[in-house]
């Protein structure tokens, strides 16, 4: 095995600065990328800090009691985020993830939510409005975030196991507190809720069975993510991935399993169904079965850093123009031009990439842009 080598880096990447072009960009609802995929949803990070510290995605080693996190002063308003989300939903945008870091840090969230959920689409219909949290803080949160807006909730959890998750998290933070958290998010209506759980062969593919045996029958989808290549920090390898179909395979060997349909265009998740009807699992295939081609998100930084993919090694500074006096009018239009010259396909072409094309590449980290 292979030692673990973690650079020493800063996570904040330098940015081109979002320009507007000359000849302003009407929205339609119908903005097209370089490849002619739509924008229909916009992950917001709402804050760089978390209180976990999970190896694949805040390792301790780097995001230590000394670690720099953005100052408040850097960080966009709530009415800034709204503004910017604003013209995201005039060009296509219909549903809205809020991420972090752990987005229930962020105080007084609730506000933010009541804000977006206001927004309506250009079909004149509300937005769907989500949010990934680890949970921690689910349940003293739960019942503000549903009275102020939110819809839905995704869970990360990593296994049942309480010795295992503690080791995961990194923290010591025990799992019968995120379930507590889950059952709080059902009791207020935030549903249908999702769990995910990032699968690393050799630390916590043995709670695969435990995990889909718990959730079954519950009405909450169980989703299983292939340990993904993101950021710089969390020593990947893909010795370490266990491809879906070994965990589809798994799971049928002992609940038998039926294939369902996509739910809907450029989702991330294929979807399985118990045999017997007692609901379903997905599976997340971001390292062995690429799905750029219909990817249709964006990424909203905490400081107002737009990327265009989760594994990009450079964004889009939008700040300038949020604070620097824009008319609504060009800072749509600046979000349009970047949009409009998109390429991003990096899953699709990393199977074709030399073992090691990525070495000193600087992608953005996880924690910072949300997953």
């Not at 017997?276 to 909203?300: H, K, M, P, W, Y």
Request: hydrophobic share 40%.
């Amino acid at each position: 095995m292979s030692e673990r080598v973690i650079p020493l880096i800063d996570q904040r990447l330098v940015n081109t600065v979002a320009r507007v072009p000359t000849a302003l960009v009407a929205p339609t609802g119908l903005l097209g990328d370089a490849l002619g995929r739509p924008l229909r949803d916009l992950r917001i990070s709402v804050t760089d800090r978390c209180n976990f510290r999970c190896s694949y995605c805040m390792p301790k080693e780097i995001f230590d009691k000394d670690y720099a996190y953005l100052p408040h002063s850097s960080l966009l308003t709530f009415e800034e985020i709204t503004r910017v989300a604003t013209q995201f939903v005039a060009h296509g945008v219909q549903k809205i993830r809020l991420t972090g870091g752990e987005p229930l840090l962020r105080k007084n969230l609730e506000i933010l939510i009541e804000q977006l959920a206001a927004l309506r689409t250009t079909e004149g219909r509300p937005l769907d409005i989500t949010l990934t949290t680890n949970g921690s803080l689910l349940k003293r949160k739960a019942a503000s975030l549903k009275a102020a807006g939110l819809q839905r909730v995704t869970v990360s959890l990593d296994g049942l196991d309480d010795s295992v998750f503690r080791a995961m998290n990194d923290v010591d933070f025990p799992v019968a507190d995120v379930l507590e958290g889950i059952e709080a998010a059902q009791a207020a209506g935030l549903g249908p809720i999702k769990v995910n759980m990032v699968v690393k062969r050799g630390t916590n593919d043995h709670q695969i069975l435990p995990m889909a045996r718990h959730f079954k029958g519950t009405g909450i989808v169980l989703r299983f993510i292939e340990y993904m290549d993101v950021g710089a920090t969390n020593g990947w390898r893909m010795d370490e991935v266990l491809p879906s179909a070994e965990v589809v395979q798994r799971i049928h060997a002992e609940l038998p399993l039926v294939q369902l349909g996509a739910s809907a265009p450029g989702e991330t998740a294929e979807r399985w169904g118990h045999a017997d009807g007692s609901g379903e699992i997905g599976v997340i295939s971001s390292v062995t079965q690429a799905f750029c081609s219909d990817c249709n998100r964006a990424r909203l930084s905490t400081e107002g850093q737009l990327y265009l993919c989760l594994f990009a090694s450079q964004g889009h500074d939008l700040r300038p123009l949020i604070r620097g006096g824009a008319t609504d009018a060009e800072l749509g239009s600046a979000i349009a031009a970047i949009w409009q010259g998109r390429s991003d396909r990096y899953s699709e072409l990393r199977a074709s990439l030399p073992p090691d094309a990525s070495t000193g590449t600087r992608r953005v980290e996880m924690s910072y842009i949300g997953g």
